[in-house]
């Protein structure tokens, strides 16, 4: 089985306030693209994790990994006996602000509750049946409502591995509040835009950019992504002023209505009126700068 780690964006980001934890409270909207990294899994004596891919050198395949700190979460709360070895295809930059981890994460949890036949009623107290049947992907959220589901089940674990992992489990659409994990379902009706991802191949650190906000709460984030900013956009530039020329660079393109960084950088992106302008707007990036990363996709 496989699964995709869809590749998150952030079409807005608003910073509110630092917390007495540590935490910033933010205001976000979350938006996935069609592709991401791969997932793949198969038989295996325990939990087991190999990472190949253009973005795989350096990382940890050990437990520390958030994709296996899943696969354990969720044979521990259904009361898995049986293992499983993970193959992770790392195609997405690491540090680049486009879920990484933890769109890796969430991929884990939606292709092991199928591999391992995870029942719709299952509890930490009632494991997987057995002979049923696998799950499909079908994970539209439900945000609402008191009845204790399979969904709701799952994202307990996922806001137990990092904020933004519950919005990744879903991969739709929402308003992130709170640290980005109280989420909403929005319709912005952007789905099939064309969109194009670059990235200078800097990574950036994403306490360092919260570390570099100026702490001045600009206001709370409006409903229109393109009335709206991301906050960490600036600090996020002073750590990396190549973030800068990628915009700029974004933002010269025939065709590009709506640019800007996806969270704490240094990914950013242009959407798009269509795949002809956004293809072009492509072939002319790649010729100015060979050297940076870019993905062509469209939104979910």
Same mark, same amino acid.
């Given at each position: 089985m496989e699964e995709i780690a869809y590749a998150k964006l952030n079409l807005a980001l608003h910073v509110r306030a630092r917390e007495p934890d540590g935490y910033h409270r933010i205001e976000t909207l979350f938006a996935f693209c069609a592709d991401g990294d791969r997932l793949r899994v198969e038989e295996g004596e325990g939990l /087991? $994790?190999?990472?190949t891919g253009p973005f795989a050198a350096g990382l940890s395949a050990g437990e520390d990994n958030l994709v296996l700190r899943a696969a354990h979460a969720l044979r521990d709360r259904f009361g898995v006996n049986t293992g499983a070895h993970l193959? $992770?295809?790392?195609?997405l930059p690491v540090a680049s602000g486009i879920g990484g =981890? /933890? +769109? !890796?994460? #969430? +991929?884990?949890l939606r292709l092991l509750a199928r591999w391992w036949d995870i029942a719709g009623d299952a509890s930490p107290s009632a494991p997987a049946k057995a002979g049923a049947q696998p799950q499909q992907s079908n994970w539209a959220p439900?945000? +609402? =409502?008191?009845?204790?589901s399979l969904y709701a089940e799952i994202e307990e674990i996922a806001q137990t591995l990092g904020a933004d992992v519950p919005a990744c489990l879903a991969s739709r659409t929402?308003? =992130? !509040?709170g640290r980005g994990d109280r989420l909403r379902p929005v319709d912005l009706g952007l789905a099939g835009t064309p969109v194009l991802l670059v990235n200078p191949r800097v990574a950036v650190s994403t306490a360092a950019v919260f570390k570099g906000w100026d702490g001045v709460d600009k206001g709370p984030m409006p409903d229109d992504p393109r009335e709206a900013r991301n906050d960490l956009q600036p600090p996020a530039? #002073? $750590?990396a002023p190549e973030i800068e020329t990628v915009l700029a660079a974004l933002a010269a393109q025939p065709g590009a209505t709506f640019t800007r960084m996806s969270g704490s950088g240094a990914t950013c992106f242009a959407l798009f009126k269509d795949e002809a302008v956004r293809d072009a707007a492509s072939a002319c990036i790649a010729s100015l700068h060979p050297y940076w990363w870019r993905l062509a996709i469209s939104l979910l």
């Open positions: /087991s $994790l190999s990472i193959t $992770l295809e790392k195609n =981890g /933890s +769109a !890796d994460a #969430a +991929a884990a439900a945000f +609402a =409502g008191a009845q204790r929402a308003r =992130g !509040d530039c #002073a $750590l």
